[in-house]
């Protein structure tokens, strides 16, 4: 199993920016690649980015070019980078950890959640 938590929501501004981090601990090496998702009140919970061994970065269209996905080479921490954020980036945002190879389906192991507010 692998246990992810996850850090660095918080209020902020639009235009702002924002870095969220998620701590992953226990079959780390087993780890096929990692996910942010995020979910809005209300809206059903959606993929934003993926990152995967040798391969480059996956990003829905709303984010791209203003995110960005990152991870340490031994899968113990994985990165979001948020810049330019917008009132509907406002969300909880999980990680995700797929031990198999399910994408774009979410993997088996989640974290609690960071919640990210951009409001003025």
């Known amino acids: 199993q692998v246990q992810l938590v996850e850090s660095g929501g918080a209020l902020v501004q639009p235009g702002g920016s924002l870095s969220l981090s998620c701590a992953a601990s226990g079959r780390i090496a087993s780890i096929n690649g990692m996910s942010w998702y995020r979910q809005a009140p209300g809206k059903q919970r959606e993929l934003v980015a993926t990152?995967?061994?040798?391969?480059?970065?996956y990003y829905i269209d709303s984010v791209k070019d203003r995110f960005t996905i990152s991870r340490t080479n031994t899968w113990n921490t994985l990165y979001l980078q948020m810049n330019a954020l917008k009132p509907e980036d406002t969300a909880v945002y999980y990680c995700n950890a797929d031990l198999g190879y399910r994408w774009p389906n979410p993997g088996d192991y989640w974290g609690q959640g960071t919640q990210v507010t951009v409001s003025s």
């Open positions: 990152i995967t061994h040798g391969r480059a970065p």
